[in-house]
């Protein structure tokens, strides 16, 4: 008991914190390598191509779940999951209607694309991104059609059916022991988030969201051409990279497939 003890005093937690899992599912088809290019405003990589991956990861907390990033739509394209996100809980004993929270890095659709399919889940969004996404009319300068493709998979709760909790402050302790921490992270859009997962055996593991897509861009501080902030997206790859440090961290980039091995695949956890 009390090597316990001091293993969770060593990681920040409190003595009587829950037994925390954490695990990776496949959420998105394996498309052929991609030039990365337009991931680099500064033309760093202009011969660079990448089979960039769709993860979806479910964290345990006692006997609750959190589900962050819902992946690509399983819509039957080419980057569709092969197999849906619920259906991959079923398929291991856990009703899709017993996840207690949904947190997403951020709006776009390669991680919001099931959202929908958890509408009974509490959803953790940044504010910036719920300010965004919340009006009816698209912001100046886009496209209605591309505004309503953003909006599609949050409508149950844009419209007020939905339990929503947009996140204002620098981190959100999720559980309420400091064992799984959504961390702001803006810049790649304006309420971007990464996952701070506490695990007693394991250690310290930082979900990247999309603060950085790749390793060479890690390295670099690169910045893609679409981010909505060049200055916040610097400012929180230094924060992200510094907490890892600090932390002594496994990071796990979410697109980047040399991190997949990571994890452990669903139905299997780190713990």
């Not at 409190?14 to 925390?20: E, G, K, R, S, T």
């Not at 500064?42 to 011969?47: I, K, L």
Request: include cysteine.
């Amino acid at each position: 008991m009390g090597a316990a003890v001091g293993l969770l005093a060593l990681l920040g937690l409190p003595a009587h914190a829950a037994d925390v899992a954490l695990s990776r599912l496949d959420c998105g088809g394996a498309p052929a390598p991609q030039s990365v290019a337009a991931f680099s405003d500064t033309y760093a990589y202009p011969e660079l191509k990448l089979q960039l991956v769709y993860s979806c990861y479910l964290v345990r907390h006692g006997d609750r779940y959190l589900v962050w990033d819902t992946g690509q739509p399983a819509d039957g394209s080419p980057r569709a999951p092969k197999v849906a996100l619920v259906d991959q809980l079923r398929a291991a004993g856990i009703d899709p209607a017993d996840i207690d929270f949904v947190g997403l890095s951020h709006y776009h659709n390669d991680h919001t694309g099931q959202l929908a399919s958890l509408p009974d889940a509490t959803l953790l969004i940044g504010r910036g991104d719920w300010d965004a996404v919340r009006p009816d009319t698209p912001p100046d300068g886009m496209p209605a059609a591309d505004y309503a493709r953003r909006r599609a998979p949050l409508a149950h709760w844009t419209s007020g059916e939905g339990t929503v909790q947009p996140l204002s402050q620098p981190q959100h302790d999720v559980f309420g022991d400091g064992t799984v921490v959504m961390v702001s992270l803006p810049g790649h859009t304006p309420g971007h988030h990464g996952l701070l997962v506490k695990l007693a055996g394991q250690g310290n593991v930082l979900l990247s969201g999309d603060v950085t897509h790749f390793h060479e861009n890690y390295a670099t501080d690169g910045v893609p051409n679409w981010n909505t902030d060049r200055a916040d997206s610097l400012a929180s790859l230094d924060r992200f990279r510094k907490m890892a440090e600090h932390l002594k961290a496994t990071v796990v980039i979410q697109h980047d497939p040399r991190d997949v091995g990571k994890l452990p695949a669903f139905p299997e956890f780190a713990e």
